[in-house]
Nanobody, 126 residues
Framework: VQVAQSGGGLVQAGGSLRLSCTTT????????IGWFRQAPGKAREGVAS????????LYAAAVKGRFTVSSDNAKGTHYLQMNDLKPEDTAVYYC????????????????????WGQGTQVTVSS
């Protein structure tokens, strides 16, 4: 699966951004999308995930209540809506995909995703 990202940029604290990624057609009806971020000097961490089966979602504690993950499967487009952004949200954000997702639930584990977007910078100023 090929993953292409768009969105990101510079925003003041308290502001909002929406990230998008498009995926080529999945083989299976069961797949998962994950959003990750990596700040300088830190490990890549899972932020949000959505599984195609029932649209179940999963969020990291740091973003729960502020970020929303969604998918338009007909368009092959997936979104991460980020509200009430904080300076500590500053990072490169990645969209990732896994096809034939037999576990059927969302996952924030980096190693579950074989296909990754190119990353996009999000900078939140204080």
């Amino acid at each position: 699966v090929q993953v292409a990202q768009s969105g990101g940029g510079l925003v003041q604290a308290g502001g909002s951004l929406r990230l998008s990624c498009t995926t080529t057609r999945f083989i299976s009806e069961d797949f998962a999308i994950g959003w990750f971020r990596q700040a300088p000097g830190k490990a890549r961490e899972g932020v949000a995930s959505i599984s195609s089966r029932n649209g179940d979602t999963l969020y990291a504690a740091a973003v729960k209540g502020r970020f929303t993950v969604s998918s338009d499967n007909a368009k092959g487009t997936h979104y991460l809506q980020m509200n009430d952004l904080k300076p500590e949200d500053t990072a490169v954000y990645y969209c990732a995909a896994v096809d034939i997702w037999y576990r059927l639930i969302p996952t924030l584990h980096v190693y579950d995703y074989p296909d990754w977007g190119q990353g996009t910078q999000v900078t939140v100023s204080s």
